[in-house]
């Protein structure tokens, strides 16, 4: 959305104090990502009548039916716009009855189906300068669309007929089809539209050679390109003395996560990835900028207004998977307007967001150097001193599975075929010269947190935090026929005793952080005891604790509530939670997993929660789900018609 439209909408409190007007017209709620709305027609005394209203199922919207829709719809003006399908169709919806108004879909052939993010993606962007009122999505290859969003029709006056193909500004070496593409809406701040390049998983790459993940800003009412920031920084540009070695051929560095804008600042704040490749940095040598940084720039000129680096040299794919929050923090009896960056080893780093000050200390620490040939870890890594890490880090005898003597002994015996130690231990070998056969990373190479992120509440001050409790096995191998690194990943797999996991629960859990004080408030786990863990026969004298399962929910918070699914990988449970004390207020069973993160708006008087479901089962696809209170005799809360 322009500044101009911003100030029409929400005024001065645009970005950091959620969704205005009971609709959701950003991704995250508002261009600051809280995933806040004030809407309180669902509280406490009435939440545990919600029911399902409608379903809308995305089965044909694609070759065959996708079981994990991400997408997290936008509502304006009584119509819900999402994409759907592993083709990436853009749709428009009754918001009050599910039903499908038009879609658009592009046939990108052979370059769609090379796409390395081949699915739903995470949604669309909305903008509009008052009678103009358009939905940008960027395309499983790599192309950015404008479409009128009356008709779903492209914009002609956009790019090339409504299509602006983000492939001709990609820098680098390879030839980028294949190689580029994206999953999350871009972000507009002012007339200035910027897309976050994404690629394939990088444990394994074919080549240490990649395209760049460079950011542009395009004019949004054109597509003409305004500028280009280099996240790997060209010869001559500030932090190209971080690297020793691999600038003028590697690549990633993007932005594949959703990321976040001050619209009144003007400033972008990005999430940047780790460089080619994941694990592996002998060919990079150095601290690697802009790489497993928050970057924030000048959303009108692509110039740089400050960096930190959250790791240097990043070699446990530790990339900034989360998308920043903006907040209001009262603290030490002032209002810091700051950034919240979540991150995949459970910390919080938190800065004022205007000149990148740390709000508390932030620490260089000496870590594990590497034994791994031709790898040098960096020496120290940054570490903040609060608030508290929100999961657990590095592992320990302290941390394995406990439920009874058995068991824990057999994961000591588990983990001596594996180095441990403390947060940043490096990869090392599979056949390493002391017997072990790789490293055990806690949190893994997914988290923690990651794209799910978390969520804050303005009028609270309190962030609310999802992650995932469950290690990854770092351990490197030589294949010159799969690559030409020196080293790539050789297997990850890890099993527990019998089975079972190897890290005592919570596997997953919430955890509430107040930001004025910076202190933990309540953790809960996320969800209930799996069945294979509750059902287990070893288990069968043991009185399990809820136990959460190891997956990230998808968090929104109202006036009143947390509202939280449990997320792919976790059971069919949709919570409330008590904002102040974690406790569950209601439960809920969902016909799927939540997979997209939960968001609410009001229409026609009713107050809707509608979230993407999905599971492993072809015979339930991808589907949104639409959550409201009944209505009463007397018609309060009429569904209305779609307000366009």
Same mark, same amino acid.
């Given at each position: 959305?322009?500044?101009?439209?911003?100030?029409?909408?929400?005024?001065?409190?645009?970005?950091?104090?959620?969704?205005?007007?009971?609709?959701?017209r950003?991704?995250?709620?508002?261009?600051?990502?809280?995933?806040y709305s004030?809407?309180?027609?669902?509280?406490?005394?009435?939440?545990?009548?919600?029911e399902?209203?409608?379903?809308?199922?995305?089965?044909?919207?694609?070759?065959?039916?996708?079981?994990?829709?991400?997408?997290?719809?936008?509502?304006v003006?009584?119509?819900l716009?999402a994409?759907?399908?592993?083709?990436?169709?853009?749709?428009a919806?009754?918001?009050?009855?599910?039903?499908?108004?038009?879609?658009?879909?592009?046939d990108?052939?052979?370059?769609?189906?090379?796409?390395?993010?081949?699915?739903?993606?995470?949604?669309?962007?909305?903008?509009?300068?008052?009678?103009?009122?358009?939905?940008?999505?960027?395309?499983?290859?790599?192309?950015l669309?404008?479409?009128?969003?009356?008709?779903?029709?492209p914009?002609?006056?956009?790019?090339e007929?409504?299509?602006?193909?983000?492939?001709?500004?990609?820098?680098?070496?390879?030839?980028?089809?294949?190689?580029?593409?994206?999953?999350?809406?871009?972000?507009?701040?002012?007339?200035?539209?910027?897309?976050?390049?994404?690629?394939?998983?990088?444990?394994r790459p074919?080549?240490?050679?990649?395209?760049?993940?460079?950011i542009?800003?395009?004019?949004v009412?054109t597509?003409?390109?305004?500028?280009?920031?280099?996240?790997?920084p060209?010869?001559?540009?500030?932090?190209?003395?971080?690297?020793e070695?691999?600038?003028?051929?590697?690549?990633?560095?993007?932005?594949?996560?959703?990321?976040?804008?001050?619209?009144?600042?003007?400033?972008l704040?990005l999430?940047?990835?780790?460089?080619?490749?994941?694990?592996?940095?002998?060919?990079?040598?150095?601290d690697?900028?802009?790489?497993s940084?928050l970057?924030?720039?000048?959303?009108?000129?692509?110039?740089?207004?400050?960096?930190?680096?959250?790791?240097?040299?990043?070699?446990?794919?530790?990339?900034?998977?989360?998308?920043?929050?903006?907040?209001?923090?009262?603290?030490?009896?002032?209002?810091?307007q700051?950034?919240?960056?979540?991150?995949k080893?459970?910390?919080?780093?938190?800065?004022?967001?205007?000149?990148?000050?740390?709000?508390?200390?932030?620490?260089?620490?000496p870590?594990?150097?590497?034994?791994?040939?031709?790898?040098?870890a960096?020496?120290?890594?940054?570490?903040? #001193?609060?608030? *508290?890490?929100?999961?657990r880090q590095?592992? %320990?005898?302290? &941390? /394995?599975?406990?439920?009874?003597?058995?068991? $824990?002994?057999?994961?000591?015996?588990?983990?001596?075929?594996?180095?441990?130690?403390?947060?940043?231990?490096?990869?090392?070998?599979?056949?390493?010269?002391?017997?072990?056969?790789?490293?055990?990373?806690?949190?893994?190479?997914?988290?923690?947190?990651?794209?799910?992120?978390?969520?804050?509440?303005p009028?609270?001050?309190?962030?609310?935090?999802?992650?995932?409790?469950?290690p990854?096995?770092?351990?490197?191998?030589?294949?010159?026929?799969?690559?030409?690194?020196?080293?790539?990943?050789?297997?990850?797999r890890?099993?527990?005793?019998?089975?079972?996991?190897?890290?005592?629960?919570?596997?997953?859990?919430?955890?509430a952080?107040?930001?004025?004080?910076?202190?933990?408030?309540?953790?809960?786990?996320?969800?209930? #005891?799996p069945? *294979?863990?509750?059902?287990h026969?070893?288990? %069968?004298?043991? &009185? /399990?604790?809820?136990?959460?399962?190891?997956? $990230?929910?998808?968090?929104?918070?109202?006036?009143?509530?947390?509202?939280?699914?449990?997320?792919?990988?976790?059971?069919?449970?949709?919570?409330?939670y008590?904002?102040?004390?974690?406790?569950?207020?209601?439960?809920?069973?969902?016909?799927?997993?939540?997979?997209?993160l939960?968001?609410?708006?009001?229409?026609?008087?009713?107050?809707?929660?509608?979230?993407?479901?999905?599971?492993?089962?072809?015979?339930?696809?991808?589907?949104?789900?639409?959550l409201?209170?009944?209505?009463?005799?007397?018609?309060?809360?009429?569904?209305?018609?779609?307000g366009?």
């Open positions: 959305m322009s500044v101009v439209a911003a100030v029409v909408f929400f005024g001065n409190a645009s970005a950091q104090h959620g969704a205005a007007d009971g609709e959701w950003f991704y995250r709620a508002d261009s600051g990502g809280t995933r004030p809407l309180s027609e669902v509280n406490r005394d009435n939440v545990s009548e919600l399902i209203v409608w379903q809308w199922r995305s089965d044909n919207f694609g070759p065959e039916p996708e079981l994990r829709g991400q997408t997290t719809p936008l509502m003006d009584g119509v716009y994409t759907a399908g592993a083709t990436r169709n853009v749709v919806i009754d918001a009050g009855t599910g039903q499908t108004l038009w879609m658009y879909r592009l990108e052939g052979e370059r769609g189906k090379l796409g390395p993010r081949r699915f739903s993606g995470r949604g669309v962007a909305y903008w509009s300068d008052g009678p103009d009122q358009r939905i940008y999505f960027v395309t499983v290859g790599y192309r669309v404008a479409l009128d969003a009356g008709t779903g029709l914009v002609e006056s956009f790019g007929s409504g299509i602006l193909d983000l492939m001709k500004d990609v820098g680098g070496s390879q030839d980028p089809v294949g190689r580029i593409g994206s999953s999350s809406p871009p972000v507009i701040v002012g007339d200035v539209i910027v897309a976050g390049p994404a690629f394939h998983p990088g444990f074919p080549t240490k050679e990649n395209v760049r993940g460079d542009h800003g395009y004019d009412r597509g003409e390109k305004r500028w280009t920031f280099h996240t790997i060209m010869p001559g540009e500030p932090g190209r003395d971080t690297w070695s691999g600038a003028d051929f590697t690549g990633n560095t993007g932005v594949w996560t959703p990321f976040t804008a001050d619209l009144d600042l003007g400033y704040y999430p940047v990835e780790a460089p080619t490749s994941d694990l592996y940095g002998g060919h990079r040598l150095g690697n900028l802009y790489g940084s970057v924030c720039l000048d959303a009108r000129t692509g110039e740089r207004v400050w960096h930190f680096q959250l790791v240097h040299h990043d070699i446990w794919d530790y990339d900034v998977g989360t998308p920043p929050i903006l907040a209001d923090i009262e603290s030490g009896g002032e209002t810091v700051a950034v919240v960056q979540l991150t080893q459970s910390f919080a780093f938190v800065f004022d967001r205007t000149t990148g000050k740390p709000l508390w200390p932030i620490e260089e620490r870590v594990p150097a590497s034994d791994v040939p031709g790898e040098r960096a020496a120290t890594q940054p570490f903040p #001193t609060m608030p *508290a890490p929100y999961d590095g592992v %320990s005898e302290d &941390d /394995l599975i406990d439920f009874t003597p058995e068991l $824990r002994a057999e994961a000591v015996e588990i983990i001596k075929r594996f180095r441990v130690g403390p947060l940043y231990q490096p990869p090392s070998v599979a056949d390493a010269a002391d017997g072990t056969a790789g490293t055990l990373m806690l949190p893994g190479a997914v988290g923690g947190a990651a794209w799910e992120s978390g969520a804050f509440d009028e609270t001050g309190i962030l609310y935090v999802s992650s995932s409790t469950g990854t096995v770092l351990s490197l191998v030589t294949d010159p026929d799969a690559s030409n690194l020196q080293f790539i990943a050789g297997s990850m890890l099993s527990g005793p019998r089975g079972l996991p190897l890290i005592k629960p919570p596997y997953g859990r919430i955890t952080i107040d930001l004025g004080t910076a202190q933990h408030l309540w953790m809960q786990p996320n969800g209930d #005891t069945r *294979a863990v509750s059902e026969p070893a288990l %069968s004298s043991v &009185d /399990l604790a809820r136990t959460g399962s190891r997956s $990230r929910a998808g968090i929104l918070v109202t006036k009143s509530l947390v509202f939280a699914g449990e997320g792919w990988g976790g059971g069919n449970g949709f919570y409330a008590d904002k102040l004390t974690g406790d569950v207020v209601a439960r809920f069973e969902l016909p799927g997993t939540q997979t997209g939960p968001m609410t708006y009001l229409h026609g008087g009713r107050q809707f929660i509608v979230m993407s479901v999905g599971s492993r089962r072809p015979e339930m696809p991808a589907r949104l789900v639409a409201a209170l009944p209505l009463t005799e007397a018609g309060d809360g009429s569904l209305g018609g779609s366009r």
